[in-house]
């Protein structure tokens, strides 16, 4: 992710762009786009050369996190108490180890003392759901803001369990749409 956002703003003036980039990312991806966005110039990151120039960072104006898995080992362990194996294993093949969940995940990070990015988050979350538990969620939140970081969180009622497509027979999937575009536009000028 880090290579691709680096690309992106490389290439913008090709593409008739701008430079400042958002992302967006459910579940898994949630996870995914909320690292990198609290570490964009993490040596791990971004060791991946971008060939013709080194001039840009993967620092990010705004993240879109829908439903983040945003602490794998909460939800390793959640997944355990409720006897969830499909969530344990998936856990165990593709992090290992209960320390790799720990030092891959967004909620250890911002409560640590490392030195992070904090960029604007809308948070959208979707009531009752069991993949992506809300105290798992909450924690985050609370600890986003304690950093300073400015996070807008929306929960949603009617929303598929994992995918979504919009539909105007699913007003939640419509409302979705709305905040996610109100966003956006907001931070694009």
Known sequence: MNLAIRWLKAQAREFNGMTKVGVFGNSSGGHQVMLSALRPRHPAYSSAPLQGSSQFDASVAY????????????????GQRIANQHHVQAHIDYWGTEAAMSEGSPQTIIDSDEQVELPAILFLLKANDKNHP??????????????????????????????????PSQPDSMRFVEIVSGFIQTRAK
């Open 63 to 78: 993240v879109i996190a829908a439903w983040p898995v945003i602490c794998p080992l909460y939800r390793f362990q959640y």
């Open 134 to 167: 809300l105290e798992m969620q909450q924690c985050f939140i609370a600890s986003y803001k304690k950093r300073g970081g400015a996070i807008e969180i929306h929960s949603f009622d009617g929303l598929p369990e994992h995918r979504m497509v919009p539909s």
